[in-house]
Each structure stands twice: as structure tokens, then as C-alpha cells.
């Protein structure tokens, strides 16, 4: 099943993310992520959008645990939904 993993940072948190990005990246990398991206507000990140497959909700949850951003304290939420892919 496929799954939007929707974080949002933390206000004033950019630091963080820039100083935890190349772990984050290779946790992306060692998983069976579709796409993944920063969200944007005024052209300055601010949040991750990433589409996972995983066997059930459960699994995508523990996954969206184990993003190193998360163990940084950068997110302020995150959200873990069902997607259905349609266009693209």
C-alpha cells in the first residue's frame, strides 16, 4: 500500500534540517520511497512531503518514526495517510 508521510517543522527550525540532511537523505535512500520533497513557504523549507510503500499503516508509522529528522526534533507534526496514486 502506498502512503503521504506530511511533516511540518518546527518555526525557526531550518538549522536543523540543514544540519540533519545527508542522514535523512540516506534514510530515504535505504527505503522503498516513490518520491519525496521539502515543502516550501516563500521559497524556504519548511516541511517533507515523501510517498512510502509499506504493507499496512502500521509499518508506514514506524517508518515515519525512524526518519532522523524526527529523532532531531525538527518536526513540529506528522501525519501518516493512505494514498491512492490516479495521475503521474
Keep these: 500500500m502506498l502512503y ?14 540543514l ?3 545527508e542522514k535523512h537523505l540516506a534514510y530515504l535512500k535505504s527505503t ?3 518520491f519525496a520533497g521539502p ?3 516563500g521559497g524556504e523549507m519548511c516541511g517533507s512531503l515523501v510517498v512510502i510503500e509499506q ?3 502500521a509499518a508506514a508509522q514506524d517508518w515515519a518514526a525512524g526518519d532522523p529528522y524526527g529523532h532531531a ?5 506528522v501525519s ?5 496514486k490516479v495521475i503521474g
Design 39 to 41: 515543502l516550501l513557504e
Design 80 to 84: 501518516v495517510t493512505e494514498w491512492k
Design 73 to 77: 526534533g525538527l518536526f513540529e507534526s
Design 32 to 34: 522503498p520511497v516513490l
Design 19 to 21: 544540519d540533519t540532511r
Design 4 to 17: 503521504a508521510v506530511i511533516c511540518r517543522d518546527r518555526p525557526g527550525h531550518l538549522q536543523t534540517r
Design 55 to 57: 504493507p499496512d499503516l
